[in-house]
């Protein structure tokens, strides 16, 4: 997740290695200075010693302020992550609330979105920071070292490696205390949740006193849990000790070995400075932060993540005359081989004693086709649009995107605009990039194409371009359904769902969507509410309450007296 999300901002990266270069420089300065200015003040001259220590000074406050540049570029890279990471917790939260018969509340959520989010934003930028000051800054050091008294390397590498891997060893244990902290603090946040949903029952019952009791009982195991996870992360301490004291103990040892070789005091107390200066100092922020930092992130991150339920859709692949089209979705044909989406029996009702508003409803859309669903207002043609997208569950029955049962795959693979288009504050480019997080946001030339194709380029235009500012409530609905079809046309998801998108253009605009999102390839399906929409679609389903027919404009006006009454109502107000 983490390296996904820096890839795609390589910029930022390179510019938090550079302000952590500048921020390692007194790391590099400090031995070299007090090896020098030692020198100097040993020979009688003060000065000479006093512009060296100057030296490091003005060091210090360069890296000050590459230090300062650096918590800045960190803060740039993580805070979209963390916004990423509350739209995952908020969409989990919804998906397991509305899954089954019967809604649930995920209490649990409130954990995760308002604690377990700020632990990952805050643990990912922590690592990014102590991450790249420590690489730089025992760089910094060993440059130093080798220039310096190159001898004195034995005595450093060997322990700093030693204490590498004792923090690998510890991290195991560390991440089972630590995911049994999180576990027990969701149980925390679910328990007050249901005492207090409760109170007005416990009060009447008298169960004050049992469920406190579960409470403190519930709140003891958390802290006992926490008290295990820093009971373990102290233990890190023995990497300080290794990687950072034992080093000056064996140079200390050494001392009266090197200056009878002829290394200068001077050129010790440097070693020195660089050991217990530089060195140790980066090495207990790395043992404290990488290694706090990597396991909370890993654990709170897998937590989310198994709480999430989404489950990406396999690469498609060429198949039964189907070719890739523009947005990387199929085209052309009427295979009915894996991309297809096929309802079995599907019954759907809104509570367990409201009549059925889909009730042995089997329908088999291949890939590559337009199907348009028509009937009167309140049949159930944008639920049946709910249950095909995921967002509703059927009572009884099933609905498979390519084999697989639409609960189990995540948002990738459908696209739905409802009838009120949603535009967010943010520049038009921001609007249509939507739907491409995954790094391979749309270039120009691929937004022209499609601006092209939905009829957007002249609201384009009055806007001032995919860098204009949008401001939702000064947008018409029609405005705001292109500025959502174009954002649709963009997605690389294989099925496009429109359920009345449309409503609000005008018949030529009309039109020129729906005939661009046929040509975008893949499966479309369209709730009709006009007699064109629905004899532009290859197929047209019609939902009459009694029974659904199949077929095309001249079979439906042959069979079904709805399609007939359809037809001449949407002709008439043409």
């Known amino acids: 997740m983490l390296i996904r999300?820096?890839?795609?901002?390589?910029?930022?990266l390179a510019w938090l290695a550079a302000w952590s270069l500048v921020q390692s420089l007194p790391s590099l300065a400090s031995g070299w200075s007090m090896a020098q200015a030692t020198r100097w003040f040993l020979a009688g001259r003060v000065m000479p010693g006093l512009a060296w220590l100057a030296l490091y000074a003005a060091?210090?406050?360069?890296?000050?302020?590459?230090?300062?540049?650096?918590y800045l570029r960190v803060g740039m890279i993580v805070e979209p992550?963390?916004?990423?990471?509350?739209a995952a917790v908020v969409t989990g939260a919804l998906d397991r609330s509305t899954a089954g018969s019967a809604p649930l509340a995920d209490t649990r959520s409130v954990a995760r979105l308002t604690h377990q989010a700020e632990i990952i934003r805050d643990s990912a930028a922590g690592l990014l920071a102590v991450t790249s000051s420590f690489a730089l800054t025992m760089i910094s050091t060993v440059a130093g070292l080798v220039t310096l008294v190159p001898a004195t390397l034995p005595y450093v590498i060997p322990p700093l490696v030693a204490a590498g891997v004792l923090l690998r060893l510890l991290l195991r244990p560390t991440i089972t205390r630590q995911r049994a902290s999180l576990l027990t603090e969701e149980r925390v946040s679910e328990e007050v949740s249901r005492a207090v949903t409760g109170v007005r029952d416990v009060t009447a019952c008298g169960a004050e006193e049992p469920v406190l009791s579960g409470l403190a009982d519930t709140i003891e195991l958390q802290a006992a849990a926490a008290r295990s996870a820093?009971?373990?992360?102290?233990?890190r301490v023995l990497c300080l000790a290794v990687g950072g004291w034992l080093p000056l103990v064996l140079v200390l040892t050494a001392t009266p070995s090197m200056l009878a070789q002829g290394v200068s005091a001077g050129a010790i107390i440097g070693v020195i400075t660089y050991i217990t200066g530089s060195m140790r100092v980066a090495l207990y922020t790395a043992s404290q932060g990488v290694g706090n930092g990597l396991v909370r992130l890993y654990v709170t991150y897998d937590r989310i993540r198994s709480t999430g339920g989404a489950v990406r859709v396999p690469r498609q692949r060429d198949a039964g005359g189907i070719r890739p089209g523009p947005a990387g979705v199929p085209a052309g044909g009427t295979s009915s081989g894996p991309l297809s989406i096929s309802l079995r029996d599907v019954r759907f009702s809104y509570g367990p004693h409201a009549a059925p508003v889909i009730d042995g409803l089997s329908l088999t859309?291949?890939?590559?086709?337009?199907?348009?669903i028509a009937g009167p207002s309140g049949i159930g043609?944008?639920?049946?649009?709910?249950?095909?997208a995921g967002t509703l569950v059927p009572d009884r029955g099933e609905i498979r995107f390519g084999g697989v049962p639409v609960g189990r795959l995540g948002r990738e693979w459908r696209v739905l605009i409802p009838q009120e288009a949603y535009v967010f504050a943010g520049t038009v480019e921001e609007n249509l990039a939507y739907y491409r997080q995954d790094g391979k946001r749309p270039g120009k030339a691929e937004m022209d194409a499609a601006a092209e194709e939905t009829g957007l380029v002249p609201l384009l235009s009055r806007l001032g371009g995919y860098g204009a500012e949008v401001s939702p409530a000064a947008l018409s609905a029609g405005q705001r359904q292109l500025i959502a079809l174009t954002r649709a046309y963009l997605s690389p998801a294989p099925v496009a769902i429109l359920d009345e998108a449309t409503c609000y253009l005008d018949p030529a605009a009309e039109r020129q969507a729906e005939e661009a999102f046929a040509r975008r390839g893949g499966i479309l399906i369209v709730i009709a509410h006009r007699i064109t929409s629905a004899r532009r679609a290859r197929r047209i389903l019609v939902l009459d309450g009694v029974q659904a027919r199949v077929g095309d404009h001249d079979d439906l006006m042959a069979v079904s007296s709805m399609y007939r009454d359809l037809a001449g109502y949407w002709s008439a107000i043409r």
Request: no cysteine; proline share 2%.
């Open 5 to 12: 999300h820096l890839r795609a901002r390589r910029a930022d």
């Open 59 to 70: 060091a210090a406050g360069v890296g000050a302020i590459g230090a300062r540049q650096s």
């Open 81 to 86: 992550l963390r916004d990423d990471l509350v």
């Open 230 to 235: 820093t009971r373990i992360s102290s233990v």
């Open 365 to 372: 859309i291949p890939a590559g086709d337009h199907l348009a």
């Open 381 to 388: 043609k944008s639920s049946l649009a709910g249950l095909i």
